[in-house]
């Protein structure tokens, strides 16, 4: 089955940097398209960024675009989200998705602040 593990949240200072990960496993990774998500307290989960199968296509929400950066190995099964630039209204639970399935993995918090 589809399994999804995110990692690399943490709390960072207003303007710092992350780099989320997510491995998958349990479907064919290359071709599939990954999406990053977020979820902040009391609000509903927001798409965030997504890319294609090979990684030459890619697509933000407007209010990441240009801060946010996703990219993926298909050989390691791993997409990734980097993350600049970051105010306390990017505090969310991050989460990866592939279009092919309803799972979802355990997320990863990101909290920034001063």
């Known amino acids: 089955q589809v399994q999804l593990v995110e990692s690399g949240g943490g709390l960072v200072h207003p303007g710092g940097s992350l780099r989320l990960s997510c491995a998958a496993s349990?479907?064919?990774?290359?071709?599939?398209?990954m999406e990053w998500y977020r979820q902040a307290p009391g609000k509903q989960r927001d798409l965030v960024a997504s890319?294609?199968?090979?990684?030459?296509?890619?697509t933000y929400a407007d209010s990441v675009k240009g801060r946010f950066t996703i990219s993926r190995d298909n050989a390691k099964n791993t997409v990734y989200l980097q993350m600049y630039s970051l105010k306390p209204e990017d505090t969310a639970v991050y989460y990866c998705?592939?279009?092919?399935?309803?799972?979802w993995g355990q997320g990863t918090q990101v909290t920034v602040s001063s």
């Open positions: 998705k592939t279009t092919i399935s309803s799972s």
């Open positions: 349990g479907f064919t990774f290359s071709g599939r398209t």
């Open positions: 890319i294609s199968g090979d990684g030459s296509g890619t």
